[in-house]
């Protein structure tokens, strides 16, 4: 029987296979880098949330008074900003809003802004 009876792989096929399974593993570990993105965007947005929420509390617990544009920096790089009014169809109506920007992973600002009402 001899060499030739014996089957094996040839180049071409061992390359063929090796380009297939770089092809897929590349594609594997871009899924990677969007996860990390979409993970950081997330954890961004909750702590940015939290900290409007927090603001948000502590400024309905106070008695009101006007403040036009009030802004803070905060130590993670977040920006908070927030503003008291009197509502102008109700004078015993405050209008309250905060806001908290940031930069994302990408350099893009982002901001969450929540309003609240309260009664004088």
């Known amino acids: 029987m001899g060499i030739?009876?014996?089957?094996?792989?040839s180049m071409i096929e061992t390359v063929v296979a090796s380009a297939v399974l770089s092809v897929g593993l590349l594609g594997f570990i871009g899924m990677f880098g969007?996860?990390?993105?979409?993970?950081?965007?997330?954890?961004?947005?909750?702590?940015?949330?939290?900290?409007?929420?927090?603001?948000?509390?502590?400024l309905r617990a106070t008695p009101p008074s006007p403040v036009a544009r009030q802004e803070a920096m905060l130590p993670n790089g977040m920006k908070q900003s927030w503003t008291i009014l009197k509502d102008p169809m109700d004078a015993n109506i405050?209008?309250?809003?905060?806001?908290?920007?940031?930069?994302?992973?990408?350099?893009?600002?982002?901001?969450?802004?929540?309003?609240?009402?309260?009664?004088?």
């Open 4 to 9: 030739k009876s014996q089957r094996g792989f």
């Open 34 to 58: 969007a996860g990390y993105k979409a993970l950081d965007a997330g954890d961004q947005r909750t702590v940015a949330a939290k900290l409007a929420r927090d603001q948000m509390e502590r």
């Open 94 to 120: 405050w209008m309250i809003r905060v806001s908290v920007s940031w930069k994302n992973i990408q350099g893009q600002t982002r901001e969450i802004e929540i309003k609240s009402f309260r009664a004088s």
